[in-house]
């Protein structure tokens, strides 16, 4: 009859024993970090690790194992299924550090592991005491279960230290997984009595020990390729981990960590933009304290979405915030997510661009005076001369001496002039309601064509049109698209003044678009002078404001199309008016809805 007594047991065997076990937990905890630390998308990798993990602590205690029963008065007898428990205890840890590592999810992974490497445990241990040999065997279930109990306990207590991440946090968690594992080992021993139907005999005995000599060294040998190898990777890690660190230290952008909307880490250079003078001021604070109000309901739907969900694009948003001293900070955001130990952790690179913010207003202000300058000195240009016109002639009819009826018809004519500039100047400046109804583009076309005719016809300018009776419908206002193509029509007989042929194509693209293409044969104008058109007041006439052509932008703009330009020196030029085709189907339910309003400012323009 065989029966463990802890309290007789060498003192030196207690110590390598227990050695040994914490040495093998120190070296799976080295490697489950590595395993963490390969979260590069080679899945492969991580679940090697994990395999190297669970061998290394199969290892561990199978060899502790070994050398407490050569302490005890077990008899260690070595028979073919001795590495039995070995490799079927492997996949159950395997199995138990898959779920604590991969499956974040998972609530209670930690007790699952616990009891999963528990479980492989009691198999190691009492797998290996059964041979051929035993006569008798009778079990403590109680003592077995408080075993069992205790050592899951303190795996779980090994698991709780290592997520912590403290300082020293693998030679802890190690320590209480190798003290566990002796008390598993010494109180499943004391459960067991076991009757032998021989003597272990001398002869036996000494091959028994060469054999558990050689099998000792074969595992520790085993255990400091393991060791050391872990040792090298992760010195090779910590190296990697201290570039990072002053790389992230010494960047001069903002980069923050979040988790569950709270500040989490923020490097020193978050911490001088927010006017933070410790990183204790915002750690653990909620990340909307700071920020704008009007951006909270943006920031929660930028921070649920999902990585990916733009493909080829960069999260990247523009947010306001406050400093802690009340400063209002303007910053542009990239932002990518990750899992740390089963947390949906995301990272901010933030930059500062409020200066820039302020340059960007100061020139768009800049831009507003000029462009105001402009139009003041081109309205008071084109009212100043007929005023001079008419202010001498209320001089003469003030001295009496000529005949006032002379002079009315260009006093009208003049005040028509200034009346009409006042017009399109209200037109661009006042917003207007209008009500869009289906127009047949071709039926405008030709109602414009026969109000420039006689001017056409004057200057010897052929109207070159193929007249179709199957109308082209879009939405708008019919006096506004009439508007347009009038003063296109006009601009192109002023251009050709010795005569020529204006052509015009109306047709529908791909996409329901119409198109409309108005050419002349003039002289063109050059690059330069087709970027500035559109632009009030500019004009390559010798009379003329600049403000028709830049109405006529405006009136296609607002109807939802665009208006383009091609010119070639001593070849002509075309202007080309893009409006969305309407389908007569549509108009019902496009007459349902209320009135359109026109925008207010005009397009900018690309030819």
């Known amino acids: 009859m065989m029966k ?45 690790w994990i395999v190297g993990a669970a061998s290394l602590l199969t290892l561990g205690h199978w060899t502790m194992h070994v050398v407490l029963l050569l302490a005890s008065d077990f008899m260690l007898v070595i028979a073919w299924n001795v590495f039995l428990p070995f490799f079927l205890s492997v996949p159950i840890t395997f199995c138990g550090l898959y779920l604590y590592l991969r499956k974040p999810w998972v609530r209670g992974r930690q007790w699952l592991c616990a009891i999963f490497i528990s479980a492989s445990s009691v198999i190691l241990h009492h797998l290996t005491q059964w041979t051929e040999a035993i006569e ?46 002796m008390m598993l080992h010494k109180l499943s021993l004391e459960s067991v009595i076991v009757k032998y139907e021989h003597i272990l005999s001398l002869d036996r005995m000494n091959d028994y ?40 230290e010494n960047s001069m952008d903002t980069i923050a960590l979040i988790k569950d909307g709270k500040w989490d880490y923020m490097n020193p250079s978050g911490l001088r933009m927010f006017e933070a003078a410790l990183e204790a001021q915002l750690a653990g604070s909620s990340i909307y304290s700071l920020l704008q109000d009007h951006h909270h309901e943006e920031m929660g739907r930028w921070l649920d979405k999902q990585e990916g969900d733009e493909a080829g694009e960069l999260d990247f948003m523009e947010f306001q915030w406050k400093t802690l001293k009340g400063n209002m900070l303007h910053t542009e955001i990239v932002k990518t997510s990750t899992v740390q130990s089963g947390v949906l952790v995301h990272q901010f690179i933030i930059r500062d661009i409020s200066q820039r913010k302020k340059y960007e207003k100061q020139l768009i202000d800049s831009e507003k005076l000029s462009i105001a300058g402009e139009l ?30 002379r002079y009315y018809p260009i006093i009208k004519s003049e005040l028509a002039r200034i009346e009409s500039t006042v017009s399109e100047m209200l037109m661009l400046a006042k917003p207007q309601v209008y009500e869009f109804k289906p127009v047949n583009v071709r039926k405008v076309m030709e109602e414009s064509m026969g109000m420039v005719g006689s001017q056409a016809h004057m200057q010897q300018v052929n109207l070159q049109y193929t007249l179709m009776e199957e109308p082209i419908w879009v939405l708008g206002v019919n006096s506004q698209l009439k508007q347009v193509f009038i003063n296109i029509l006009k601009n192109a007989i002023e251009a050709m003044p010795y005569g020529g042929d204006i052509t015009i194509a109306i ?58 330009a091609i010119s070639k020196l001593e070849i002509g030029t075309t202007i080309t008016i893009r409006l969305p085709h309407y389908k007569p189907a549509q108009e019902k339910e496009q007459l349902s809805k209320p009135s359109l309003q026109a925008a207010n400012d005009v397009p900018q323009r690309k030819e």
């Open 136 to 181: 008798q065997f009778s079990l403590n279930p109680v003592l077995l279960s408080i075993s069992i109990l205790l050592h899951a306990s303190g795996i779980f207590i090994a698991l709780v230290i290592y997520g912590m991440k403290k300082k020293f946090y693998r030679m802890i968690s190690g320590i209480v997984v190798g003290i566990s594992t």
């Open 209 to 248: 020990l060469l054999l558990v000599a050689f099998i000792l060294s074969v595992t520790t040998l085993l255990s400091l390729i393991f060791g050391y190898t872990s040792w090298l990777n992760t010195r090779k890690y910590v190296m990697i981990n201290k570039q990072y660190k002053q790389l992230v």
């Open 4 to 48: 463990a007594m802890i309290l007789q047991l060498n003192p030196f065997y207690i110590v390598l024993a227990l050695t040994i076990m914490c040495y093998a937990a120190y070296a799976m905890f080295s490697m489950i970090d590595h395993s963490n630390s390969s979260s590069s998308s080679n899945s492969q990798a991580r679940s090697g």
């Open 507 to 564: 047709a529908i693209e791909e996409g329901d678009v119409v198109r409309i293409d108005i050419h002349d044969e003039g002289d063109g104008i050059t690059d330069e002078q087709l970027s500035k058109m559109g632009q009030p007041f500019y004009t390559t006439k010798d009379k003329g404001t600049g403000l028709g052509l830049m109405v006529s932008y405006k009136i296609i703009y607002n109807h939802g199309g665009k208006i383009t």
């Open 376 to 405: 003041a000195a081109g309205i008071a240009h084109e009212i100043r001369n007929p005023l001079t016109s008419l202010k001498g002639f209320m001089q003469l009819i003030a001295t009496g001496r000529i005949q006032q009826n």
